[in-house]
């Protein structure tokens, strides 16, 4: 499976962006790039996926380069429930549903 | 609530002995996935099922195994407990068909098992 470099943590003041890069050089043509989160003592969350265009939902937008070798994870306001570790992965179309997780990145948010 | 149900929450046991954690997927999912997070290790998967039919295995030891049942529910049974097996066990349930790249997984709220 093709892997993912994240940075280990961001931090971020409340109500403003956050802007979470993921590198995947090695990413072939039909792999999906999944977003999920894990706030502390919960199971990990579904926050976004896409394939090549832009994705927006109630959650986040998910920026994916033109060549797809990097993602961006965009929160739009950020809050205090938003601190946790969120993980970038790779998601081939016809794998029967792994899902690898890295160490991800752990987002601070200071009020 | 995200629709997966684990039971038990919490599960404290001696070394040598063997458990059950229970999974129930979300409602119209075929596919259940076992996870494992201890401290050091980061989220690990172990095996998951699709319909009854074991689909993937990842690093789970002779020790456990797992299966998934008619109703679609799912056990992970552990036995010959060591003190490092004590981590938080998480379930995930997706819809599972082929072409599941972009299936999302939604996962339950875990079993966290302490081992003395």
Known sequence: DAKTTQP?????????????????????????IHW?????????????????????????SLAIAEDRKSSTLILHRATLRDAAVYYCILRPFSSWGKLQFGAGTQVVVTP | DSGVTQTPKHLITATGQR?????????GDLSVYWYQQSLDQGLQFLIQYYNGEERAKGNILERFSAQQFPDLHSEL??????????????????????GAGANVLTFGAGSRLTVL
């Open chain 1, 36 to 60: 999920y989160r894990q706030l502390p003592s919960q199971g990990p969350e579904y926050v976004i996926h896409g394939l090549t265009s832009n994705v927006n939902n109630r959650m986040a």
């Open chain 1, 8 to 32: 280990n943590s961001m931090e971020s003041n409340e109500e403003e962006p956050v802007h979470l890069p993921c590198n995947h050089s090695t990413i072939s043509g039909t792999d999906y």
């Open chain 2, 19 to 27: 458990v059950t954690l229970r999974c129930s997927p979300r409602s």
């Open chain 2, 77 to 98: 049974n552990l036995s010959s407990l060591e003190l490092g097996d004590s981590a938080l066990y998480f379930c995930a349930s997706s819809p599972g068909q082929a």
